[in-house]
């Protein structure tokens, strides 16, 4: 029950069950106070006040730091109703959109910057709504701050993976519904012992695979309906190696994977994760595709594509801990590699098992251990799940690491579960629609390409002056510069990472230059032309093929 009294300010004050959650003297006052303290000299992006009350914490955020975007967490709604500030952006944790919201706020572009403010009258007094939401919210920041690290190690590979791929795409693209229910095959250790308890029960399933499980299917004669491919990397070569020995397999990846993804196969699936560069291409070059939203992990984007059908969906090997000396079913192409470089003072499983040590520090019992980055995604997929209305994901065999909004189910439950949940077969959607020609991809290639260049070449002289799209390419592909990552969205700004002494119109001009010159070299690719003269005072000149 929440009460109302009166500061000797004459404010509001809240109390429930007979503590006032704010300053019996000057609730104003302290949240002046409180919010100094707490934001510090910097000056934030993005304030995440969690406990707000009636509202005094965050009109003092909004007053001190009138650029930043204020976000208002309450922890109870009955608070909200009381609250004598007006506030844009109230949030509560019940709140069916709550957790996709808060998600919004705290991106790539964001998660820099951005100060999380708990009000700990409030925290006390809700201490389990509060540990929900500060769990979600550390681990918001955590999978934003690495997909940060990751566009900034891959973004100009993305570019140039995309620049390539194009250029060899199959001769069908094509699309897909399953026929059957849908076995999603991870790469953890137990996906060994699983698939020996399966047996015939496969012969069910539309198998599909990540990359890292595909030799261990095809080692028991599995051949997977469908892989999921979205490594932009060199290791994810290691992995298509096998996928000589699946003609039969579709091939589900988007443009800025790493190239090879489509060997031994005559039609793929695009992939669409939205990045700067997969919207500009596909203005130019309309190419049929399916929108999956980017992911941490390829078992994330294959979930999120597999939720996108009726089908009911089964993991396995998704078990977000390692086991003994072994982090992946076998055969594995890291394993081998280990095997290769073996000595008889460095055996195999000395390597295997120091290496483990160190990535996977926490036991969950005697022969399991995990990480702290293993249990983020863990829980990453129980939120997913629990923004979906789709039929239950179900867990076979799962590791002890656990995944609520999944249901667990043992190998030899897999057969009655299949019988009762009764999924129609039918006939699979195996359309196909002819790639485009190369000269078609290479004109909108080379069209791309120099818009961009041109565009770049006047912000290298006039840095004061960024297009919204030059600079979403900017902060694509030198992230390492710049906190926004995924473009401006209407911001009209690109925050600088960390403290320099320059201005900001010549970190942009330097940036706009470096990119320019990773640009004319794509170009040269496209054009066929290997000489310097391709820059942006001569591509009207440049042969196109």
């Not at 404010?11 to 106070?33: I, Q, T």
């Not at 599995?222 to 979205?230: A, E, G, R």
């Not at 594995?332 to 280990?338: E, I, K, R």
């Not at 499983?349 to 702290?372: C, I, K, N, Q, V």
Request: hydrophobic share 40%; aromatic share 8%; with cysteine.
């Amino acid at each position: 029950m929440i009460e109302v009294s009166r500061a000797r300010s004459g404010h509001l004050v809240p109390v429930v069950d007979g503590k006032p959650l704010n300053s019996r003297y000057d609730p104003v006052d302290e949240a002046k106070r409180f919010i100094a303290r707490s934001v510090g000299p910097s000056a934030p992006d993005t304030i995440i006040v969690v406990g707000e009350t009636f509202g005094y914490l965050s009109a003092e955020a909004r007053r001190s730091f009138p650029n930043a975007r204020v976000v208002s967490v309450f922890l109870s709604a009955e608070l909200r109703a009381f609250a004598v500030v007006d506030l844009p952006e109230p949030k509560f944790p019940d709140q069916p959109d709550f957790f996709s919201s808060i998600a919004a706020v705290l991106t790539e572009a964001t998660v820099e910057r951005s100060v999380i403010v708990p009000w700990e009258p409030s925290l006390a007094r809700w201490p389990s709504t509060a540990a929900g939401v500060l769990s979600y919210l550390r681990d918001a920041m955590l999978i934003a701050s690495g997909n940060l690290t990751t566009t900034a190690a891959f973004g100009r590979r993305w570019l140039a993976n995309l620049v390539h791929n194009v250029n060899s795409l199959p001769p069908w693209l094509g699309t897909y519904t399953p026929s059957r229910p849908i076995l999603i095959a991870a790469s953890g250790p137990s996906l060994e012992g699983v698939l020996r308890s399966l047996g015939a029960v496969l012969e069910r399933f539309d198998v599909w695979a990540v990359p890292s499980s595909v030799p261990a299917l095809l080692a028991r004669s599995i051949v997977p309906k469908l892989i999921v491919s979205t490594d932009p990397g060199f290791y994810a070569s290691m992995h298509y190696r096998s996928f000589a020995h699946t003609p039969s397999s579709l091939i589900a990846a988007p443009l800025t994977a790493q190239p090879g993804f489509c060997r031994g196969s005559d039609e793929i699936i695009l992939l669409d994760q939205d990045t700067c560069i997969e919207a500009a291409l596909y203005r130019a070059l309309p190419l049929r595709r399916t929108a999956v939203p980017a992911n941490g992990t390829v078992a994330g984007t294959a979930l999120d594509f597999a939720l996108s059908f009726d089908a009911p969906v089964f993991f396995v090997g998704l078990d977000f801990s390692v086991t003994g000396a072994l982090a992946h079913a076998r055969p594995h192409p890291f394993h081998d590699y280990y095997l290769r470089s073996a000595s008889r003072l460095a055996p195999t499983e000395s390597a295997l098992f120091g290496r483990l040590l160190e990535l996977y520090p926490d036991s969950t019992d005697a022969s399991h251990r995990t990480s702290m980055p293993l249990r983020t995604y863990a829980r990453w997929f129980a939120r997913r799940l629990s923004r979906t209305s789709h039929p239950p994901v179900y867990r076979i065999s799962p590791s002890r690491v656990e995944v609520s909004g999944t249901v667990a189910i043992e190998p030899d439950g897999v057969a009655t579960r299949l019988d009762a949940i009764g999924f129609p077969t039918g006939r699979p959607d195996s359309g196909r629609r002819a790639t485009p020609s190369l000269r078609a991809r290479r004109i909108a290639l080379f069209g791309l390409l120099s818009r961009w260049i041109a565009g770049l070449d006047g912000v290298v002289d006039n840095p004061s002056s960024v297009p919204p799209d030059i600079e979403s390419l900017l902060c694509l592909l030198d992230a390492a510069r710049f906190s926004v990552v995924a473009g401006a969205s209407g911001t009209g700004r690109m925050p600088l990472r960390g403290a320099d002494a320059r201005t900001r119109e010549e970190i942009v001009a330097e940036s706009a230059h470096d990119v320019l010159g990773f640009l004319t070299n794509e170009l040269r690719k496209v054009s066929g032309d290997s000489n310097s003269k391709c820059d942006a005072g001569s591509i009207a000149r440049c042969p196109v093929f």
